[in-house]
């Protein structure tokens, strides 16, 4: 249903705020998820920005600090792009290899890099990897 041209953009309203659901969830495709008290204007925010490629995880999600959950980091605004670049940096490609990949010059591929080290608040590769793999945005074969 997620592949191909023309593929629906997914929006998923749940009573459910696990993150490893949500996480499980944006690897398949989705591309939006809100809680049952999500506003309609919230709704709408989700349903457009879903239809333009970019993910959006309510900021409803994740309890505030102290009640035992952990709160989702704001992956709700990496793109696509970013994504395969993330999957593509952990499978250890170069900007050099990812740039011919995509028909992108290296430097658009840094700038992708570097949009996702600043929205997922990391400042080294490392670190950028640990956040990916604690967040389910890519997994290790088996």
Same mark, same amino acid.
């Given at each position: ?40 204007? /919230? ?22 600090? =102290?009640? =035992? ?12 792009? /970013? ?34 080290? /600043? ?24």
């Amino acid at each position: 249903l997620l592949a191909g041209p023309g593929a629906p953009a997914i929006v998923i309203l749940s009573m459910y705020d696990h993150i490893y659901l949500i996480n499980q969830l944006l690897a398949l495709g989705v591309k939006g998820y809100l809680p049952k008290a999500a506003t309609p204007d /919230e709704l709408v925010l989700a349903v457009t920005m879903a239809s333009q490629g970019i993910i959006y995880v309510s900021p409803l999600i994740g309890g505030p600090a =102290g009640d =035992g959950r952990e709160a989702l980091p704001p992956i709700s605004s990496l793109t696509d792009r /970013e994504l395969q670049v993330l999957s593509l940096i952990f499978q250890g490609a170069t900007n050099v290899m990812m740039a011919e990949q995509f028909g992108l010059s290296p430097r658009t591929i840094e700038k992708h890099r570097a949009s996702l080290m /600043e929205k997922l608040d990391v400042t080294d590769l490392a670190s950028l990897i640990r956040v990916a793999l604690h967040l389910g945005l890519v997994e290790m074969e088996r």
